[in-house]
């Protein structure tokens, strides 16, 4: 009696495997085309796909290319074989003649500026530009050191680099540093830093009812306009993107 079940149940499973292998065929008809293996991202190992798939990624890769309307404040492109990151941006439709997009660019490698007219709907490349978090350390000479934590590996950048950002950049400071070609071309800044009040005058009695301001000078060497009622010794959060006082922290 086991003999005969497990006969019958042997005969089964070699149906069911038969049928398993003859829906992959129909499958793959139907899909058309030979499989081939491509590497996820960004994680490792790898998926299956066809001619056919590989086909609408690729018109997917197209339909998503960037134009000259796709162009906006912040956005960072090539051109010439620089990267430039767009400053301001004018959408121009005159009475007669085609449409233009009138820009102002700042190269990230020379600081320069420059205005550059496109085409509407003209392709344009966008810059393989991307950002990782380092720490500001400390300056060596006339370079700002900044380090990955987890590698110790060092970046550095020269004061023309750094502009006048390097009066909200304290020593411990977390930035986005960004690569171009596997070179460091800018960073960025928190949105908000905490600095604290060195010098101040104090505050004249009255005047703090009419909301009046004075300047004081935080640990960095910035001069900053805050309230009267700010006094040494205060720490105070700074927008670092317009300079301008906050709150206290």
Request: hydrophobic letters at 35%.
């Amino acid at each position: 009696m086991h003999n005969k079940s497990t006969a019958k149940l042997r005969a089964v499973r070699h149906c069911e495997g038969l049928f398993d292998q003859k829906r992959r065929r129909k499958k793959k008809k139907k899909m058309g085309g030979d499989w081939r293996e491509i590497p996820r991202h960004p994680g490792g190992g790898s998926a299956r796909i066809n001619n056919n798939q590989l086909h609408v990624v690729k018109l997917q890769f197209e339909i998503y290319a960037i134009t000259s309307n796709d162009i906006k404040v912040g956005l960072n492109i090539e051109v010439d074989g620089n990267p430039w990151k767009v400053i301001e941006f004018l959408h121009v439709k005159p009475g007669k003649g085609a449409a233009f997009v009138r820009t102002t660019l700042r190269n990230y490698v020379t600081g320069n500026q420059v205005e550059k007219t496109f085409r509407a709907g003209s392709k344009i490349e966008e810059a393989d530009i991307f950002k990782e978090t380092k720490q500001y350390t400390y300056k060596d000479g006339s370079q700002y050191v900044f380090m990955d934590l987890s590698t110790y590996e060092e970046f550095r950048l020269n004061e023309a680099d750094v502009g006048d950002k390097s009066k909200w950049l304290k020593e411990g400071m977390d930035c986005n540093l960004l690569f171009w070609k596997r070179k460091v071309i800018d960073f960025e800044l928190p949105i908000t830093v905490k600095l604290k009040v060195v010098e101040a005058d104090p505050g004249v009695k009255g005047d703090t009812a009419q909301g009046g301001s004075k300047p004081v000078t935080v640990d960095t060497g910035a001069v900053v306009s805050v309230p009267l009622f700010i006094g040494v010794g205060e720490e105070i959060l700074i927008d670092t993107r317009t300079g301008q006082y906050m709150s206290r922290a």
